[in-house]
């Protein structure tokens, strides 16, 4: 008799975006003429661009011809790509990497899940809360947590983000071992500052711990002082993985690339308390179970790096950043209480009146026909807040806002 994995049993369905469905259905059917705009989706809408259309295009020509044809790539990605991230991304910050420390992916939402794999199962995890759902969930399907109890697993440390510690999470009390940071922040579209971040690389350090950085929306990050990647921090590259993907800042949602960075000098303990390099174990991991990213694919994702392709991306990204303004003006313009939209396609807002998540949802929905998600659908302290994404259309963001601002009743 096969025996399944439990520890999947721990999991609470998928309840945030099935609820928010039937809710939108049940909505429509009472009200088959409301036109709902829909605020809520962390999805891209923007089509890939011309540079990357154009990589795209030749790169299929290619396929086509017995000459230029490519089979099975290297798994961590061709070198083409990999040096334009670091001399575009990395060199000009002054993070110095080699090419054998990025491993192109086919996303991040599988990278960041697949990681804690290399990792032993008896480490405590450590998340900011509310976050991204992939860190807590990839932990408990491997066994990492105790089971779900009042919305929280047994054996993690939540590290709880909100406006009363202006979203800056505090080092934990007890020690942790892995730590996810997700900077700027899905879902409050909030950020760390240089010394904030340092003090979590002097925490990794100080306690072996090893840092899962996040940084999907780097691309997003309009205030110069900010760092884009963990290894702007001295001593980072001794306890950090870092985590990026085209789908936020290039339109990749649906075309798949990404890239993990793993230093050589990022080291882990056997139980024996014998050093190895978490590099080697990531490489063999992807080797064993990833056959690469297409070269199609690498190739639209290289296109990034031209000029006319750094050009257009940055159009692309003030396109969403401009909706982030509109958003959090209209609802500053009413009273209402807002956080992000600075350096993140993001505005996370504090609902009114004390109001839950849910019942702000439903408020929205009925006053306004706008779709966003609750908070909740992020973790324990996302009670009493409200994500809305700036991934729309200009027109129809607009149209929102108006519509926030003359039909809300506070
Ligand atoms: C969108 C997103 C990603 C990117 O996922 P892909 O699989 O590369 O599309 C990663 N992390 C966070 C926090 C995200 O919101």
Not at 4 to 29: C, H
Request: net charge negative.
């Amino acid at each position: 008799m096969a025996l399944l994995n439990e520890n999947y049993l721990k999991l609470p369905g998928s309840y945030l975006f099935a609820e928010i469905a039937k809710r939108v259905t049940n909505f429509k059917a009472e009200f088959p003429e409301a036109n709902i705009i829909r605020l809520g989706i962390g999805d891209v809408t923007k089509p890939l661009t011309p540079a990357v259309i154009d990589g795209l295009h030749k790169a299929v020509d290619e396929m086509a011809n017995p000459e230029t044809f490519r089979g099975y790539g290297p798994e961590q990605g061709y070198n083409f790509l990999i040096e334009k991230i670091i001399a575009t991304d990395y060199t000009p910050r002054g993070v110095k990497l080699e090419v054998d420390e990025v491993f192109v992916s086919d996303g991040s939402k599988s990278d960041v899940g697949n990681i804690q794999e290399i990792f032993g199962v008896n480490n405590r995890v450590a998340i900011t809360d509310p976050v991204y759902p992939v860190y807590l969930d990839t932990n408990v399907m491997a066994g990492r947590t105790g089971d779900f109890i009042n919305g929280m697993f047994e054996n993690v440390t939540y590290l709880p983000c909100n406006a009363e510690n202006k979203f800056i999470p505090a080092l934990p009390t007890e020690k942790v071992d892995l730590i996810y940071l997700c900077v700027p922040n899905n879902p409050t579209g909030t950020t760390l500052s240089r010394t904030e971040l340092k003090k979590w690389v002097d925490y990794a350090k100080a306690n072996g711990s090893i840092i899962l950085f996040d940084a999907a929306y780097e691309a997003y990050i309009q205030d110069p002082e900010l760092p884009h990647s963990i290894y702007e921090i001295e001593g980072a590259n001794e306890v950090a993985i870092e985590f990026r993907s085209f789908s936020k800042t290039a339109g990749f949602t649906g075309t798949r690339c990404a890239f993990t960075v793993v230093p050589k000098t990022v080291m882990a303990l056997t139980a024996a308390g014998e050093s190895h390099p978490l590099n080697k174990l990531w490489n063999r991991r992807q080797t064993t179970k990833f056959n690469g990213t297409p070269y199609i694919i690498q190739k639209g994702a290289e296109a990034i790096y031209t000029p006319e392709g750094q050009a257009e991306i940055k159009t692309v990204v003030s396109y969403y950043m401009d909706n982030a303004r509109i958003i959090k003006e209209g609802l500053e313009s009413i009273g209402l209480e807002t956080f992000g939209g600075e350096n993140a396609p993001y505005i996370w807002l504090k609902t009114p009146n004390g109001m839950d998540s849910w019942e702000f949802f439903d408020k929205l929905l009925n006053e306004a026909h706008i779709v966003g998600t609750p908070g909740t659908g992020f973790g324990p302290s996302g009670q009493g807040y409200f994500r809305l994404t700036a991934f729309g259309n200009k027109e129809n963001t607009l149209e929102a806002v108006e519509r926030i601002k003359t039909r809300l009743s506070l």
